[in-house]
């Protein structure tokens, strides 16, 4: 099983709310990533977790706040979002940090910020 | 800096075809290129990862090649199929930077049609 899912699939919320992106992955991988994903646009890193701890963070608004309960899952949450962080949230997950380790990514969360 | 390209950006065939995408990065200090398949709206689907010792990896209809040396990749589609067209990107693993950190093309726009 090299599956990794992403809840909800679509979310619009305003400006003002506070919603949770979720990410679960059963392959026992020990790294996993958010990354974000504007139109036409490559997807770009957001946040590295290792071992359920946070080892890279590339100057992310605090607005966008990881969260990683255990070593499956993994979640971003979300408040006071601005209309430019509509984008396409990917989660992906690798076996460890380790250089030729292959990252398996989800389906992606659609977010539309009103 | 690490700087990833694709050509062409988009492509349009007809069906039975055989392609080439090509990538090329401006470090040639890397631990791997990945390539990626992405569907509109969809997260992302690896295809094939080459480790910066190979030369090239084989999957079906699916080539890719590396040249380590010259900064450069191609992903050789043969006898293109409809269910072929979508995004096509590549991602590096740069030696230079966080090997955590996936540096990927602006990705090649594949329409296949019967």
Do not use: I
């Given at each position: 099983d090299t599956e990794v899912t992403q809840t909800p699939k679509h979310l619009v919320m305003g400006m003002t709310n506070k919603k949770s992106l979720k990410c679960e992955q059963h392959m026992g991988h020990r790294a996993m990533y958010w990354y974000k994903q504007k139109a036409k646009?490559?997807?770009?890193?957001?946040?590295?977790?290792?071992?359920?701890?946070l080892s890279i963070n590339e100057s992310v608004p605090s607005r966008f706040s990881?969260?990683?309960?255990?070593?499956?899952?993994?979640?971003?949450?979300?408040?006071?979002?601005?209309?430019?962080?509509?984008?396409?949230?990917l989660c992906a997950s690798s076996q460890d940090r380790g250089s030729t380790d292959t990252q398996?990514?989800?389906?992606?969360t659609r977010l539309t910020v009103l | 800096k690490q700087e990833v390209t694709q050509i062409p950006a988009a492509l349009s065939v007809p069906e039975g075809?055989?392609?080439v995408l090509n990538c090329s990065f401006t470090d040639s200090a890397i631990y791997n290129?990945?390539?990626?398949?992405?569907?509109?709206?969809?997260g992302l689907t690896s295809l094939l990862l080459i480790?910066?010792?190979?030369?090239?990896?084989?999957?079906?209809?699916?080539?890719?090649s590396l040249d380590k040396s010259s900064g450069r990749s191609t992903l050789y589609i043969a006898a293109s199929q409809?269910?072929?067209?979508?995004?096509?990107?590549?991602?590096?693993?740069?030696?230079?930077?966080?090997?955590?950190?996936l540096i990927f093309g602006t990705g090649t726009r594949l329409q296949v049609f019967p």
């Open positions: 646009k490559p997807p770009e890193l957001m946040f590295v977790y290792s071992y359920e701890k990881p969260e990683c309960p255990n070593s499956s899952l993994l979640n971003l949450h979300l408040h006071a979002l601005q209309p430019e962080d509509s984008a396409l949230y398996y990514f989800g389906p992606g | 075809e055989n392609l290129l990945q390539w990626f398949r992405q569907d509109p709206g969809k480790q910066s010792s190979q030369r090239e990896q084989t999957s079906g209809r699916l080539n890719a409809p269910g072929d067209s979508a995004t096509y990107l590549c991602a590096v693993r740069s030696t230079s930077y966080n090997t955590d950190k």
